[in-house]
């Protein structure tokens, strides 16, 4: 890894890219949920990451960084292939967890799961799972602890639709009231530029949100990642 340089022009500036994983599939053939923790990426996940990983071959990146879970490294891997870098796992990034199927009623799974992100607030949980605030506690901390070591100017990190909501949500002081608004696609990046001196984070620059490499006009992206997600889910008993 290089010693920290600022940006060209800057004085105490670094760069993130923020990404999420490829697609994957939730469902098997049946259309029964199947093991998040075991997601792989699909075809079309995997041509979703090299296209990240395309544009992003130009960026001199020091590290790259995932959760850890297999779409997130598999993702990672294809953008670290160029620069030669190994993948280093981070799990204090690993996704918001929502609670079990049983536990919410058939009526009320379209607003716990689809839009779940919609009602985020300090005392509330995701679909009766992971509390927004302990992710947001966690994530944040993460970041922030990241931006402050030594050794790096560009990263890279892989990580989850939620984990990427709750850092653009910290990059632009919005708090949980913001997570429903910032929309994640497969395969998506973003652009976060951290000014840090003496150990302190001085400001937070969001330079680009949910930019998908291999489709920038979202051509046929009609719906959020939580109804493709989540949407089977409301017809199972």
Request: aromatic fraction near 6%.
């Amino acid at each position: 890894m290089s010693l920290f340089a600022p940006l060209d022009g800057t004085v105490a500036r670094r760069r993130l890219y923020l990404l999420r994983h490829g697609h994957v599939a939730y469902y098997d053939a049946d259309g029964k949920p199947l093991n998040p923790k075991l997601a792989a990426l699909t075809e079309r996940g995997r041509e979703e990451a090299r296209a990240a990983g395309a544009l992003l071959s130009a960026a001199p990146l020091d590290r790259v960084l995932c959760s850890g879970l297999a779409r997130t490294r598999q993702t990672a891997e294809l953008v670290a292939e160029p620069h030669g870098l190994a993948v280093e796992d981070h799990p204090a990034f690993l996704e918001i967890r929502a609670g079990r199927l049983a536990g919410v009623p058939k009526e009320s799974r379209e607003a716990a799961y689809v839009y779940g992100f919609d009602a985020a607030s300090e005392e509330g949980s995701f679909a009766g799972g992971d509390g927004f605030a302990a992710v947001r506690d966690r994530v944040v901390s993460a970041i922030e602890a990241l931006v402050r070591e030594p050794g790096w100017t560009h990263l890279a990190l892989a990580a989850h639709d939620g984990v990427n909501r709750m850092l653009l949500s910290w990059a632009c002081g919005a708090g949980l009231s913001a997570l429903s608004a910032f929309e994640q696609d497969y395969g998506c990046i973003n652009i976060i530029d951290v000014d840090v001196a003496d150990g302190r984070v001085l400001r937070r620059l969001i330079r680009s949100v949910n930019l998908t490499p291999g489709n920038p006009a979202k051509l046929g992206l009609h719906r959020t990642s939580l109804e493709e997600a989540f949407g089977p889910l409301l017809d199972l008993d």
